[in-house]
């Protein structure tokens, strides 16, 4: 084997024995060609149709200021204020940051909405163009049924938020005791006991009972029952699920009025009401 690998060795040397190397060059086919136009057309046409979108979304903004929020022919002129509680006009003017003068489609609906129903004693608020120069501003306020503390100056509605002086009306009752910290027009008090004082006024705020249950004050004192005080001087302790002792309350009433009686004080801490004799 030696001697054969030898020989074939030397005659590669005298024939010039080297290796050949095959380029081989592919072009690419017709069909490769049309697929590669295809997708190249898809994505200009994709890239030209968002340019018309944004042109044209540019070009109605421009449009629309100069039909609208640029026009002078719709200037704020009127505004029309209508509330079914005290608030006046000119405070929910100034509250809501609006002025005569100002173009009626540059006064954002929701940002306006909004500053006027940050106000206490706003529960809701609607407002709507009237073309060409006015706008309309409805407002649903918060109906005030207790004042915080005896000599208090702040009122709560049924549901527990705080309003202000400019909501309060004389001869409302109050809640008295633990409320939370210096509670500001705006809050809204989570307290369940206070809740629970709103939930017996505004029952024996109703026809119902409105005539024989008329409270004067509600202390809540942190305790397990109520300190009720009636407008004619009677106390009332009221314990346990107080809301449904009220009409035994209002039957207990009725009879000392029928009897022509008095009594300094009535006690429904106990399963039966306990009553002077």
Known sequence: MGLLDRKRRRNRRNYGYRPVTLL??????????????????????????????????????????ALFSENDDFLLRHIEVKSDGRLTAAYVVRMAKLATGMNLFAVDIEDTRGRIERISSVKSAELGRILPDTLRIRIEERVPIARLEKDGYLYLDREGRVLGSQAGVSGLPYIAGNHGKGPIPGDVIRD???????????????????ETIRIAGIDIGGQRYF??????????????????????????????????????EINFRFKEPVIPP
């Open 192 to 210: 369940e006991d206070v809740l629970e004082a709103l939930a017996i006024l505004d029952i024996c705020d109703r026809p119902r009972f409105a």
């Open 24 to 65: 081989v060059k592919a072009r690419p086919t017709r069909r490769g060609w049309r697929t590669n136009m295809f997708a190249l057309g898809a994505v200009l046409c994709v890239g030209l149709l968002i340019g018309l979108c944004v042109l044209g979304w540019f070009g109605l903004r421009i449009a629309s200021r």
């Open 227 to 264: 300190h009720l005080t009636l407008r004619d001087g009677t106390a009332v302790l009221l314990g346990g699920d107080k809301t449904a002792k009220l009409p035994v309350l209002q039957s207990v009433l009725q009879t000392l009025k029928r009897q022509g009686r008095r009594v300094p």
